[in-house]
């Protein structure tokens, strides 16, 4: 990466592979393009998805620029996309054209070939009960979720200090939405009226969905997928909110890997409107459904994709991140980074604020597994990244990461 003192520079070239490995994976049919771009808007809150950016900005313009880094790089990150050099040839070469990844009216989106039919319409299974199994923020926040859309949730805690804990977390935040007027005494009383907890998996036998958010280690969840297969109900959802562990490896501690899906939440999970919905090989349609439905049913916006690593946000996010530690490695200092990347794209944070957000712990963790799926020598975690890291800098929940707090 080349320290660059124009910031315009530097911003696009810390974009522009994002934007090439969104394109990437569009042409690798992984997740469709409006998936790619809601991904991307919701689970980062990003102004714009990424091949609606490039959309914008031009297919020829993002290729040449591209291919002039390959050139200078020859980091394969670079290599603009196939779909962006057929979209070219087939004279898509963005909004200007009136068509580009979308197809355009003046200045609106309009429907085309690649335009999604609604799914989760009919084949979807009946959900009318939840279960959660879990205790941490991620659980709790699960449990409020599915209790605030009018589902009882049965919710399964190691111990009952735990248990009451959940609650008492939950009772918390809707003390404080009522305190801010946005929401009613009556209707936070019958949202916790919504909530069973038990230390017992068998309290989960008569659920719909059961939705686990415990640690993520494999042997645990290996043993907790066994268990709900002899516990759950025949036709009961089995849905995992892993980041970092194969699907398809749970569901085959199961006889019943149909069942088994992803769901994967963002924290916290009742501000964030994101949801990863991941299928393995083996997981019915039906079950594709029924998540779909259910998190329409919660007010949640869903983007489907399939089993590896990173998904889609963490997939795309954090070769983004590892190059912006790298290019101050080379020179380029933190708040110019920063800077550069909220005023020429409107991000809500730059690279370094966000790193310190998320704990610069679990970005060591997820491009460690990035580096491991794809092997592109490019994913190695940025040598800065790891020293913070062994310095105990992990960001703002220690007080001090790549700024202090």
């Known amino acids: 990466m080349l320290v660059m ?38 689970g980062c809150g990003l102004p714009k998805g990424p091949l609606t950016v490039i959309d914008e900005l031009g297919l020829e313009t993002v290729r040449d620029a591209l291919a002039a880094r390959f050139e200078q790089t020859g980091d394969p990150r670079h290599q603009p996309s196939a779909a962006i050099e057929r979209l070219i040839a087939e004279g898509r070469t963005g909004k200007a054209a009136g068509k580009g990844f979308y197809t355009y009216e003046g200045d609106e989106v309009v429907a085309d070939e690649l335009t999604p039919a609604a799914t ?22 699960i449990v409020e979720v599915f209790a605030a859309n009018g589902f009882p949730v049965t919710y399964i805690a190691r111990t009952q200090d735990k248990v009451d804990a959940v609650a008492a977390k939950i009772a918390k935040n809707l003390a404080r939405q009522v305190d801010k007027g946005r929401l ?43 268990d709900l297969d002899r516990i759950c109900k025949p036709g009961a959802v089995l849905a995992t909110t892993t980041s970092s562990l194969s699907i398809a490896d749970l569901a085959a501690q199961t006889k019943r890997p149909q069942d088994v899906v992803g769901m994967h939440f963002f924290n916290p999970a009742p501000v964030m ?21 259910l998190c329409r049913s919660t007010r949640k916006v869903a983007v489907s994709c399939a089993d590896r690593a990173g998904f889609i946000v963490n997939a ?28 020429h ?37 940025a040598r800065l990244l790891r020293e913070v ?11 001090e990461g790549f700024r202090t707090y």
């Open 316 to 343: 795309l996010l954090f070769p983004y991140l590892n190059d912006a530690i790298k290019a101050h490695e080379e020179g380029a200092e933190i708040d110019t980074v920063d800077g550069a990347i909220t005023e």
């Open 120 to 141: 989760g319409q009919g084949a979807a299974r009946p959900v009318k009960t939840v279960g959660v199994v879990g205790s941490g923020t991620m659980a709790s926040g």
């Open 184 to 226: 009613e005494q009556g209707d936070a009383d019958a949202i916790l009226g919504r909530l069973t907890g038990a230390t017992e998996r068998e309290a989960l036998g008569d659920v719909d969905i059961v939705v686990e958010a415990i640690a993520e280690e494999i042997g645990i969840k290996n043993q907790l997928f066994a």
């Open 345 to 381: 794209y409107g991000y809500p944070m730059g690279p370094f604020a966000l790193l310190d957000v998320v704990g610069n712990d679990v970005a060591v963790a997820i491009e460690e597994e990035l580096l491991a799926e794809f092997e592109h020598e490019s994913l190695t975690p």
């Open 273 to 293: 409107k994101l949801v990863e919905v991941i299928n393995h090989p083996t997981t019915g349609q039906d079950v594709l459904d029924t998540v779909l439905d």
């Open 389 to 399: 890291v062994a310095a105990g800098k992990l960001g703002r929940k220690t007080g």
């Open 5 to 42: 003192s124009d910031s315009r520079a530097l911003a696009d070239a810390l974009v522009f592979p994002y934007l090439n490995h969104a394109a990437s994976m569009f042409d690798e049919q992984y997740a469709s393009r409006e998936d790619l771009d809601n991904g991307m808007r919701f």
